[in-house]
């Protein structure tokens, strides 16, 4: 059985994405309602790894193997930017949580296959929290694509940063 | 005659529950002006809050010398509360009235003609619409403006220039209760009436100060309790104000924690068996959400987040829970402070669980703050689209687009409109280079000053203000624009309770000052936008032109304006919309068939997830099939995300007095009420007085993470730990800049908004408070409203009772006519309606 290893790559991206809200948060305090909502996201996100913590150990995690390893996704080192580089932090963040989201799916369906109720009850408290995160995003991105692409600066040095 | 200055709420007419609220006639004349000697009478409707109460303008000699409440009006059965009495036609008659245009030459402000002005605006306007496109513009406007004002703006902004960036400082009075109405019943429209106040067993006020924002609305409820069946009364607010002293049940919760109050007061009703279950399962969605969302929240779990006893919120629930007729009524204290949208949400639900909504006394008043704030959510000059329309819904869009014959591509869609602190953002970022601010003064009303100011200050923004004077924001004006205010232009506008007035032109606005309308008018002309065919975009010759243009835009909307007319506006009462074929004489109250408007092709929001502001959109939300019923919203109680520490270790929160509006640009120009509230102070409670060693009228600076104030401290029954600041007191009557004595509320205030709202959030903040310097006399705070000394003050008792004295005085009738009654108040097309 291998779901020990998708366990294992939910916990680490769950970790992963958490660091990455956090990241961006911090990088774009500029922008108060990114900054404040991607903290609370970070928290949820910390959360979703507690709660999956019992369940990781009980199937045993596995971060050791080679091939599922290369799925990992990589979080962000830093944030760009001005109003592109705040579109593209969110976009990376978008990604981040859509391999969470897919993550939960496909964990969900095992512990369907399983029947373990226990696996399931933290799949619907999180799963949920993990689509509303991406629409989030999403909706946030839409709002600030225009004014970024076509009417902002091209050159972050351009910017005028908040005092 | 009666000093309404020292008695704010006026003399007693008590009646009984279900009675009719007497007639009481507020008079007040210029000193040496007597009622003969009034040329004559002009009808209108106060700006000086969100009632609207009806009124009368007394003209002599071309001049407004005098005003008077109307009888038969259904909102105020003729009364007028101090700022009406003594600001409205004495705040526009001031001398410093701006009179020509201003443009910006060489770092200074000088005057020129009308040509001039308009010509250096339209040619920056020209100039980025070519180089950068519609996004490079933004509009922010207000809260005071007429109906026809805000719909020309929309047209102009929507389908003449095309850009997103459109807003009103609405988005810092009255967005969250557009919000919280979207959310919960699909569409913006207030569900009751102030006749609610004649009819209910229990009044709940949530932050929401009514005997100082709202005096009039207050007066009728303090004629209730005076009457032999008072109803129960429930306040909210870390205040003792005038509401709280009259309450049952006062929970004076922590700053910021209106979320975990509302959860638990949900939570009793449901464990408690309070609810309407034949209503909640035919009209409603979502109990289940609900019920898991407040289940964590006992009384006891909310008392130690809000710090008020347990005991105190279950009574409160008790008397929501079995009160025959319920009327809540919500403002700032919900709106401006942390989690607004979901916990004005929660006041929804309460009355949905209970099945109280649509009947008399039955009632939700998700209040504005300002008079004509409700005509900007309809006309959507701010973050809405015209007639509560759907930004996420294409038909919508067509419908605008075949009403304004453009192409349906012009009209901003892709995302909502940009809401207030988005347009500042991208003027700071440099992306909105052209900013037109008309009839509101962002330099003293937005919160984090120090940050606005110098975002006004951008050297690249060209900035266009149109105001009555040159304030604060002005001063940072590339052109100035002077426009006519209250009393010297025609137009409509709509209050708390869906009531439309008419307010006519009484007299010649100052020198060359123009109507918002025409200065919009003439902007469009001259930006030559037009209609698909190649005619104008607008082609009104004046505001009733606009009126009957919005009415056939209102059509078939929750606004329908389809059946007022200019002509049904003079002479009889307001009239409440929906007015059509259906409704011919308006209606009073909403929702009492249970139906609300959340079908997908109508609603005018697919709603949002409250903790985050995400869309829900239009399939998800088709997908639960509202078929009309309300949905019940919830969210999970988070901390403010700025709480008191080591360094700030007080809340800090804001308001108003009710001697002043806003920035003081009318009130401050009125004797009377300026004696009253003369400059700015802070409140605190005996206990940190004590422990800080500050006394009555003693220096204090303020000071957060922004910024700093210094103002004399006022001791008084605040709760502890928490530090008020009226926000009216900017820098217009000093030299206009903070100078080394800050005053203005907002220097200290975070920038910060409801994620669904988007409105700022005013009422929490971290600071620090230290003594700076003694007292030379008391603090210039009113002793008549919830800034009283507190008895508990040590020390002498050195306040003198405010009063108005001779300036200050009034004439009352009481009983002057029968009472008004719906529909007969109403004016009938074609034929003269009663004076």
Known sequence: MSLNIYLGMLHQAEQTLAESFRQVAEGHAAEPDVHHLCHALAQQCDEHSRVLLPVVQRYGEDRSDGEPERL???????????????????????????????????????????????????????????????????????QAAPQALVAACASPAADRAAP | MVDRIADIWG?????????????????????????????????????????????????????????RGRAGDLVNHGRMGPKGLFASWQGVSSGERLQRPLIREHGRLVECDWDTAMDRITERSRQLLHDRGPLSHGFYTSGQLFLEEYYALAVIGKAGIGTPHMDGNTRLCTATAA?????????????????????????????????????????????????????RLVCVDPRDTEVARYADVHLAVRPGTNLALMNALVREILANGWLDEAYVRDHTLGLDELRA????????????ICDVPAADIREAARIFGTSGRVLSTVLQGFYQSAQATASSCQVNNLHLLRGLLGRPGCGILQMNGQPTAQNNRECGADGDLPGFRNWENPEHIDELARLWNVDPLTIPHWSPPTHAMQIFRYAEQGSIEFLWISATNPA??????????????????????????????????????????????????????????????????????????????????????????????????????GFEAWKECSRG???????????????????????????????????????????????????????????????????????????????????????????????????????????????????????????????????????????????????????????????????????????????????????????????????????????????????????????????????????RPSAAAAGPRSVQPTAGGRQGQATEWVGAAPPPRFPEAIGRSGQDGRP
């Open chain 2, 179 to 231: 919000a919280a109405l979207k959310e919960s019943f699909g569409a913006d429209g207030q569900p009751g009436d102030y006749t609610d106040i004649d009819s209910c067993d229990a009044i709940f006020l949530y932050g929401h100060n009514m005997a100082e924002t709202q005096t009039v609305l207050w007066s009728r409820v303090l004629d209730r309790i005076a009457g032999p069946d008072r109803p």
């Open chain 2, 11 to 67: 003399t007693r007419t008590p009646y009984p529950k279900d009675g009719l609220w007497p007639v009481r006639v507020d008079q007040a004349l210029q000193e040496g002006v007597t009622e003969a000697d009034v040329d004559r009478w002009v009808q209108s409707a106060c700006v000086l809050c969100s009632n609207g109460c009806a009124c009368d303008i007394a003209v002599k000699d071309g001049a407004m010398v005098g005003i």
């Open chain 2, 444 to 545: 003293v009303s937005m919160p984090d000053l120090p940050r606005i100011r110098n975002i006004l200050a951008t050297p690249g923004l060209f900035l266009v203000v149109q105001d009555l004077y040159l304030t604060e924001t002005a001063l940072a004006a590339d052109v100035v624009l002077p426009a006519a205010g209250w009393g010297e232009k025609t137009g409509t506008f709509t209050n708390v309770n869906r009531t439309v007035h008419l307010s006519d032109k009484a007299v010649e606005p100052p020198g060359e000052a123009r109507s918002d309308l025409e200065i919009f008018l003439d902007y469009a002309r001259r930006m030559e936008f037009t209609t698909l065919e190649g005619g104008p975009l607008l082609s009104w010759a004046g505001p009733e032109d």
């Open chain 2, 293 to 304: 969302t407040v289940e964590p929240w006992t009384a006891e779990a909310a008392a130690a």
């Open chain 1, 72 to 142: 990992h996704a990589e979080g962000l080192s830093t944030t760009r930017q001005g109003p592109v580089g705040l579109l593209r932090d969110l976009q990376d963040l978008y990604l981040l949580a859509s391999f969470v989201d897919v993550t939960w799916t496909m964990v969900k369906q095992a512990g369907s296959a399983l029947r373990d109720r226990g696996l399931l009850d933290v799949v619907t408290r999180c799963d949920g929290e993990t689509a509303t995160q991406l629409r989030w995003l999403q909706t946030r991105m839409k």
């Open chain 2, 557 to 787: 909307r929750p606004c329908d304006y389809t059946g007022v007319s200019y002509e049904r506006l003079r002479g009889g009462s307001g009239i409440p919309w929906p007015c059509n074929d259906e409704n011919p004489d308006g209606r009073v109250r909403l929702y009492g068939d249970g139906v609300f408007p959340t079908d997908p092709e109508y609603c005018e929001s697919y709603g949002h997830d409250l903790l985050t502001g995400a869309t829900v959109g239009p399939e998800a939300f088709r997908a639960r099939a509202p078929s009309g019923r309300a949905i019940l919203k919830a969210a999970d109680y988070h901390p403010p995300h700025e709480e008191p520490d080591r360094e700030y270790p007080l809340r800090y929160t804001t308001g108003r007095t009710a001697y002043h509006f806003h920035t003081r640009t009318k009130t401050g120009r009125s004797r009377p009420l300026t004696r009253a509230a003369p400059s700015a102070w802070v409140e605190l409670s005996p206990h940190d007085a004590g422990r800080l060693g500050i006394g009555e009228g003693d220096l204090v600076r303020v000071t957060s993470r922004r910024g700093r104030i210094e103002v004399p401290a006022r001791i008084s029954d605040i709760r502890s730990g928490t530090i008020f600041a009226p926000f009216h007191y900017g820098y217009w009557d000093r030299d206009g800049s903070p100078g080394e004595q800050p005053t203005a509320a907002n220097e200290l205030t975070i920038t910060e908004w409801d994620p669904v709202s988007k409105q700022p959030v005013f009422k929490n903040a971290a600071v620090k408070v230290e003594k700076i310097g003694d007292a030379t006399g008391p603090a210039p705070a009113p002793s008549t409203t919830a800034s």
